[in-house]
T-cell receptor, first 114, second 111 residues
Framework: DSGVTQTPKHLITATGQRVTLRCSPR?????VYWYQQSLDQGLQFLIH???????AKGNILERFSAQQFPDLHSELNLSSLELGDSALYFC?????????????FGPGTRLLVL | DAKTTQPNSMESNEEEPVHLPCNHS???????IHWYRQLPSQGPEYVIH???SNVNNRMASLAIAEDRKSSTLILHRATLRDAAVYYC????????????FGKGTRLSVIA
């Protein structure tokens, strides 16, 4: 158990819909990262938040957005869903500025868009 | 980001040592070498990291070439639970950066 929790575990929805994925980092970790894993693209970085502020963006679509709240949990919002958005979505947390930057991953949310 | 090259797949017998290679010929002087693994149906997990010297922890050992252009992750006695995809990743000093995953090496362990 990494200490990172993600909800829901599974999500089935239809094209055009909007969903919210939630991530609670390990206690004390200030950084939250979101990654997408699909069969054809592998594990890809989406976005990074540190202590409530966006720090870096990766291959995140404009239809996707995220935020990190004062209690440090984070949400990834996916809208106007397409079939190709079906994937595993992982969040990871780390202390942030120090400690070698080890990232601890949650169990993931499996999204299926029909 | 500097790139890494790993074999697509490797196979090992249970309780035998496993050496997983990684080439990173364009590594910069401040890049750390990190290894993560992803077990089936789980998120990636940290294995080990190092800069120049060889490193050991309870999970594995990391052997880094003198010129730092390659490294080897060593599992001393492979178990069935070690079957996973292993990723070799280069990261800058700060560590507060995203991980850039390649395709990794899929390790199969045979009983």
């Amino acid at each position: 158990d990494s200490g990172v929790t993600q909800t829901p575990k599974h999500l089935i929805t239809a094209t055009g819909q909007r969903v919210t994925l939630r991530c609670s980092p390990r206690s004390g970790d200030l950084s939250v990262y979101w990654y997408q894993q699909s069969l054809d693209q592998g594990l890809q970085f989406l976005i990074h938040y540190y202590n409530g502020e966006e720090r870096a963006k990766g291959n995140i679509l404009e239809r996707f957005s995220a935020q990190q709240f004062p209690d440090l949990h984070s949400e990834l919002n996916l809208s106007s869903l397409e079939l190709g958005d079906s994937a595993l979505y992982f969040c990871a947390s780390s202390v942030g500025r120090t400690g070698g930057g080890t990232q601890y991953f949650g169990p993931g949310t499996r999204l299926l868009v029909l | 980001d500097a790139k890494t090259t790993q074999p697509n797949s490797m196979e090992s017998n249970e309780e035998e040592p496993v050496h997983l290679p990684c080439n990173h010929s364009t590594i910069s002087g401040t890049d750390y070498i990190h290894w993560y693994r992803q077990l089936p149906s789980q998120g990636p997990e940290y294995v080990i990291h190092g800069l120049t010297s060889n490193v050991n922890n309870r999970m594995a050992s990391l052997a880094i070439a003198e010129d730092r252009k390659s490294s080897t992750l060593i599992l001393h006695r492979a178990t069935l639970r070690d079957a996973a995809v292993y990723y070799c990743i280069l990261r800058g000093y700060s560590g507060n950066t995203p991980l850039v995953f390649g395709k990794g090496t899929r390790l199969s362990v045979i009983a």
